[in-house]
């Protein structure tokens, strides 16, 4: 077990490395009762012996060594799908990330339920006061809130959840020595502190345009719900919702008027069969927090 994490490490520091090769290679190595545990695993065909030579998976081990010499040094953990602090909500979602990095209290991650917040990084004052409305109740219920640390709607939700004595996680795109975007480090040095922001990325990986939609993914699956508070129609933040639709989770939804435009995705999303949220009262039951 332990040898087949260290591979898994050495593997997501890899050069040339895709979900579906980490998977095989994992399942190689591990006993048929821990690919149980992990379901994605189960279908995937292992590699054949010629295969499971290939070394371009693997950083060289001295570069490896220094890197994770620089991880302890900024307080950087790693946090393996094989590890006990690994969320088993995550692991039921399409393609759950092998590793996730870690800044901050990792022991948020096993508080439950989870509620993820996205919307638009053009965020109105009807979305940000309807945040400032419902979080009070949701926070006094022991809902943690998961966001993704973009301008408008997810930074309102970290400082709402902040302010109001909560627990926040923001997972980011791109790795932690290169925060996006550039105005909200200091929220990013904040929540490190206190609170917990994780990465599927090696710390020195630069955010790409492809990294946030499938951050997404993570930000709704460690999530029993996703409220979705101001969304244009084909918005970003309609990708969480359906990540979220497919992993069988509880999708909400805050309704606008019809002359708004951050108000076409969400209004969309209810007509789609959303649960329409008024008060916190709409997100509790839904959670069955009583």
């Not at 965020?123 to 006061?129: D, F, R």
């Not at 932690?176 to 917990?196: C, S, T, V």
Request: aromatic share 6%; hydrophobic share 40%; charged share 25%.
């Amino acid at each position: 077990m332990d040898e087949v994490r260290k591979k898994l490490i050495e593997m997501i520091h890899g050069p040339e490395t895709s979900w579906v090769q980490i998977g095989r290679r994992i399942k190689n190595g591990l006993p048929p009762d821990l690919v149980q545990r992990i379901p994605r695993l189960e279908n995937l065909p292992v590699f054949s012996k010629q295969t499971d030579c290939s070394t371009s998976l693997f950083l060289p081990k001295d570069t490896l060594s220094e890197r994770l010499r620089e991880y302890e040094a900024n307080h950087i953990s790693i946090i393996t799908i094989l590890d006990p602090e690994y969320p088993d909500i995550l692991k039921q979602i399409y393609q759950p990330p092998w590793a996730l990095f870690a800044i901050g209290d990792v022991s948020i991650l096993q508080k439950e339920p989870k509620l993820a917040v996205v919307g638009s990084r053009e965020a109105t004052q009807y979305g940000k006061n309807a945040i400032r409305l419902l979080f009070p109740s949701l926070i006094d219920r022991g809902i943690a809130i998961v966001s993704g640390l973009a301008k408008g709607i997810d930074t309102c939700a970290h400082e709402c959840a902040i302010r109001n004595g909560g627990k926040t996680i923001a997972v980011i795109a791109g790795g932690f020595f290169h925060i996006y975007p550039e105005e909200n480090r200091k929220l990013a040095a904040e929540i490190m502190d206190h609170q917990l922001i994780l990465s599927e990325y090696p710390p020195d990986t630069k955010p790409s345009r492809w990294q946030f939609p499938m951050r997404n993914r993570i930000i709704s699956g460690l999530s029993r719900g996703t409220i979705i508070i101001e969304a244009k129609r084909k918005s970003g933040s309609l990708i969480t919702a359906n990540y979220a639709l497919n992993e069988g989770r509880e999708v909400f939804s805050l309704p606008g008027s019809i002359f708004n435009p951050l108000s076409g995705g969400t209004n969309d999303l209810i007509q789609q069969g959303a649960k329409l949220v008024t008060n916190a009262n709409d997100i509790i039951e839904e959670l069955r927090i009583f």
